[in-house]
């Protein structure tokens, strides 16, 4: 029963690990070159960066390509801040519908 019981905890974990491992940068604190060749890396990063309004920090989830998306997802066009670069193009996941098509 407990080599049962193990296996268990072991198989759960070994599928909850990747889920879970997503890495978190502050953007500024790197340039755009080196954010675009994180997320090639990596396949999908957390950025995290202040607001250009003064408010509280944003993040979102910033992908290499439409793979890292969910099905009814798309890869969008999307800019974060960088040291060396106020707009750095990056790619983040956007529902796709009828009434958003892309």
Known sequence: ???IAAALILTVMAIAGP???????????????????LIAAERAV????????????LYDRYVAGRG??????????????????PACPVYNCKSSSIFNPH
Do not use: F, H, W
């Open 68 to 85: 890292q998306c969910d099905i009814s997802d798309y890869a969008s066009r999307s800019y974060v801040p960088t040291k060396d670069n």
């Open 46 to 57: 957390i950025l995290r960066y202040p607001s250009s309004r003064g408010g509280p920090v």
């Open 19 to 37: 889920a879970s491992a997503i890495s978190r940068y502050e953007s500024l604190g790197k340039t755009c070159a080196s954010v675009q060749q």
């Open 1 to 3: 029963m407990r080599i």
